[in-house]
DNA sequence: CCTACCGATCGGTAGG
DNA sequence: CCTACCGATCGGTAGG
């Protein structure tokens, strides 16, 4: 029982850094079997198919960001500093959890239906909720004025590269790294 | 002859979308065939092979990066002029060149030796102008002080969304958006 | 530019 | 958890 979920969870962690380095299609199977000391057959002992590993890793981080904007929404902070918590969000998520980045931004293209339509709701009611926000800011002067959607797309894509440069030798780096780039980012809204 | 041209041209922007639109892995050379209305086979009488369409698209993109940092690099302007020069190379490019982002940033990945090697060498020369001009920036006292690596790779990934938002439609807003944005890692940049 | 076809590999199943 | 195997699809070639 232990030894199952174990290996389950050996999978899931093996898929997610084979999609986020190789991508989805460009992942086999066999591949992914090789990576956990397995046939490929006996993958399907532990999981449904190829598609409910992609499936369960982007709803999984879909709702780790909807919970997060929804818990920093609910506060009595400033706008700008409900959009810093905002960009510590995906600032965490992109070190802490290796495939928040490309699941939340490229890999979901290849969900089939329902889900694709499922996921792509649960974005935009995330775009939405951070829109607000930035909208917000901008009517109670705290930030400079702009087309939200284009700031909102910008922070989100200025975080995507941390996914792939993060040196695992060099924990202590990114802390610094994170701050620099809240830093450039705030600097950069700011009014 | 003429014909020959005109279908070779086809294949490549028909193939540069697909790669955008579905990764290069996912894109069956039956598929690029069907938007060009061609058989699978009757491509190969217009191009060598699917990694050949990668490839010549990779370097053709990682040369017009190269070309247009050489000649902003060598121009007397300030250090932040050149930064906004090179912005705005990116922001063009993203605009114009429908596949540049995605293959300078991502499908280049896919690319099998020894042209990895060599599109990894392109890419790197890129990044070592791009950072010499971010520090003499900084040196200059003409933007804010910080790990240049940080800088270089936040501003590269901050255009990445532009190349699936714009909409053809509404070609007028392209000009506003791409000042928008300047604007905002200009701001986040200075001292 | 097509039909016909190749070997390789794909995701996944049967059966033990 | 494995061996053996399935039909489908892959990139690409032969031959006309």
Chains 1, 2 share one sequence.
Not at 12 to 25: M, N, Q, T, V
Not at 122 to 131: A, M, N, V, W
Not at 140 to 162: F, V
Request: aromatic letters at 8%; hydrophobic letters at 40%.
């Amino acid at each position: 029982m232990t030894t199952t979920q174990t290996k389950k969870q050996q999978i899931y962690e093996a898929a997610a850094r084979l999609f986020r380095d190789k991508g989805y299609s460009a992942t086999s199977m066999r591949h992914l079997a090789e990576a956990v000391a397995l046939k490929a057959s006996s993958l399907y002992n532990h999981i449904g198919s190829k598609e409910e590993l992609l499936r369960d890793i982007c709803f999984e981080n879909a709702h780790k960001y909807l919970s997060g904007l929804q818990a920093i929404a609910m506060t009595r902070d400033s706008n700008l500093d409900k959009i810093k918590s905002l960009i510590d969000l995906h600032l965490d998520m992109a070190t802490e959890d290796i495939t928040s980045v490309t699941a939340f931004n490229d890999e979901w293209r290849h969900l089939s239906e329902p889900w694709l339509s499922d996921f792509i709701q649960l974005r935009k009611d995330y775009e939405k909720g951070f829109l607000e926000i930035l909208e917000a800011g901008m009517n109670a002067g705290e930030i400079h004025r702009a087309d939200a959607h284009t700031l909102l797309y910008t922070i989100l894509s200025s975080i995507r590269w941390l996914y792939d440069w993060r040196k695992p030798e060099k924990p202590m780096d990114t802390e610094r790294i994170k701050q620099q780039i809240s830093n450039f980012l705030v600097r950069g809204l700011v009014n």
